[in-house]
């Protein structure tokens, strides 16, 4: 085989591997601070539903007592 035959040459997995890396560079790329905005979102979420729980329970503790 002649020098250029073998450069042409390419095995399945390297086609694979380019494959996977463009596939890869397609993918947004996010930091941390994405998942710890949505964590704090969910939890001032959770608290405000707390306090709203315990504000009804007061008022109709207030009122039955």
Known sequence: ?????KEEIV????????????????IPQHGKSIGRVYKEAI???????????DKRKRLEERKTG
């Open 1 to 5: 085989m002649s020098e250029m035959q």
């Open 11 to 26: 095995t399945r997995q390297e086609n694979r591997e380019q494959r996977l890396e463009k596939k890869k560079e397609k």
């Open 43 to 53: 939890l001032k979420r959770i608290n405000q539903l707390r306090s709203d729980k």
